[in-house]
């Protein structure tokens, strides 16, 4: 098992930029794929990215491609989101999540383990 704790959420102006941070401790080994998932209220947890921790492959979702990156730390065993050309509708609480799947998987069944989720709220 894994833990993962999120921090850097917060309140931004439309256009403006947040990093996301999520520090894994415990068996990080058995996860070899973590990922970030957004929800808005009154809507289904959301696919963002996703990254193989070995090799650095990343997947984005459509919405955000070109906007957020994806990457880690190997050493500091921590995962980031920075988020760039922030829009209203990317407000959401953003959870880290880690999957025993080898595989960029994007539905949120397919990750087992999860963090708390820190909020982004995006003003216009």
């Known amino acids: 098992q894994v833990q993962l704790v999120e921090s850097g959420g917060g309140l931004v102006q439309a256009g403006g930029s947040l990093r996301l941070s999520c520090a894994a401790s415990?068996?990080?080994?058995?996860?070899?794929?973590m990922g970030w998932f957004r929800q808005a209220p009154g809507k289904e947890r959301e696919f963002v990215a996703a990254?193989?921790?070995?090799?650095?492959?990343?997947k984005y979702a459509d919405s955000v491609k070109g906007r957020f990156t994806i990457s880690r730390d190997n050493a500091k065993n921590t995962m980031y989101l920075q988020m760039n050309s922030l829009k209203p509708e990317d407000t959401a609480v953003y959870y880290c999540?880690?999957?025993?799947?080898?595989?960029?998987?994007?539905?949120?069944?397919?990750?087992?383990?999860w963090g708390q989720g820190t909020q982004v709220t995006v003003s216009s």
């Open positions: 415990g068996r990080t080994f058995s996860n070899p794929v």
């Open positions: 999540a880690a999957t025993a799947v080898g595989v960029l998987v994007t539905t949120a069944k397919s990750y087992g383990n």
């Open positions: 990254i193989v921790w070995s090799g650095g492959t990343r």
